[in-house]
């Protein structure tokens, strides 16, 4: 099973009634059941023109002819029960079914024709997404990964939050960084980011070299307007961990069985105290120092969570921020790691009614010696 979920929305068959054909047989039996109950002298025949304009909307030409044809059988033979056959309101009705076909199967082509193309681009921005973040493997070194990418929009599959890891002599070594801005050039940002770190990961001496390399071929590779927050780690077979800021939020750090800082069972979990830095693409501007990195010690059974601002800044109906850390321990707590980050995005979506209106990325890191 892979240990990355890429989450874009929800599909799923309809059921029987959510047929394309079903909408116009319905409407025109209704108007049939009028007729019948009313008689002729409210003139309803017209109205069988709804059975093709509906059938446009979802179904395809032969769906419309269909529901064309059922029109043109249906004012026949009201026609002749209400005693009006060969009345100027027969042919006015009939001619209004036809030309109401014409014009639903032109709409029904072009639609179909654009969902050609929808489904096209979909694939191709998928390919990209496997190419900027192929699925993370169970395991690398010490840890084992499992990575969860949503987008806000329910089409979207590629967007500006990244993460990944590589296994480097005596550990791993990870990124999460989100891309400021949406679209293409976010996506091409990312791409760069993703790039530098693979290749400077396995050689750099120690994270702030790393991040330098970053930061340079963000620098030289986009067009300059765009800054990317990022966390990298280190973390070595021993547990001994190394985390450094540049404006991204903060990791989630839970202890075996619940524990603590303190080690105590059931208290709050860890959030690391980093020092800060301004986010790649904004170090020259500012003129900040390099960001000193943390250390902290990892045992066998702790679990890490990286996450992106999409998660950390999800809003409820009144304004307040998504209370992370307070909810981690318990959302956190079952061993299956699909399960935790399961429960942590339903949990979101609750706390915001509406579902996120940001890309989120989370990393969930289990240390195992």
């Known amino acids: 099973m892979s240990s990355t979920v890429n989450e874009p929305g929800r599909t799923g068959r309809g059921r029987w009634w959510a047929r394309p054909w079903v909408a116009p047989v319905a409407a025109m039996g209704l108007v049939a059941l009028a007729d019948l109950l009313l008689g002729p002298s409210l003139g309803l025949l017209p109205l069988f023109a709804a059975g093709p304009a ?74 990209v997404q496997n190419v900027l973040m192929p699925p993370l493997p169970p395991r690398l070194g010490p840890l084992e990964l499992t990575g969860s990418y949503r987008s806000a929009h329910r089409t979207a599959r590629v967007g500006g939050d990244l993460y990944q890891a590589v296994q480097v002599p005596g550990g791993v070594r990870i990124l999460v960084a989100d891309v400021q801005g949406k679209g293409l050039e976010a996506v091409s940002a990312a791409a760069v980011v993703l790039g530098a770190f693979r290749n400077a990961a396995p050689v750099a001496p120690d994270l702030g070299s790393l991040a330098g390399q970053v930061e340079q071929a963000l620098a030289e590779q986009t ?5 990317v927050t990022a966390l990298l780690a280190d973390v070595r077979e021993d547990g001994r961990t190394t985390l450094l800021d540049h404006g991204h939020p903060v990791p989630v750090l839970l202890r075996a069985g619940g524990a603590g800082a303190t080690g105590a069972a059931g208290t709050a979990p860890v959030l690391p105290k980093l020092d800060p830095a301004p986010p790649f693409g904004l170090a020259a501007l500012t003129g900040a120092p390099a960001p000193r990195p943390t250390a902290l010690t990892l045992h066998e059974g702790d679990r890490l969570l990286f996450c992106t601002d999409g998660l950390t800044e999800a809003r409820d109906g009144s304004g307040r921020f998504y209370p992370l850390a307070d909810r981690a321990a318990a959302l956190l707590a079952p061993p299956c790691p699909q399960q935790a980050l399961a429960r942590l995005r339903a949990d979101v979506e609750e706390w915001t009614g509406t579902g996120p209106d940001d890309d989120s990325a989370l990393l969930l890191c289990d240390f195992r010696a």
């Open 54 to 127: 509906l059938a446009a909307g979802r179904g395809a030409p032969r769906t419309v002819l269909g529901s064309a044809l059922l029109g043109v059988v249906l004012v026949l033979l009201l026609s002749v029960w209400d005693g009006v056959w060969g009345h100027t309101r027969v042919w006015v009705a009939l001619g209004g079914v036809v030309f109401t076909a014409l014009a639903a199967c032109w709409v029904s082509v072009t639609r179909r024709r654009a969902e050609r193309e929808l489904v096209d681009v979909r694939a191709v921005a998928e390919t």
């Open 223 to 227: 067009s300059g307007d765009r800054f």
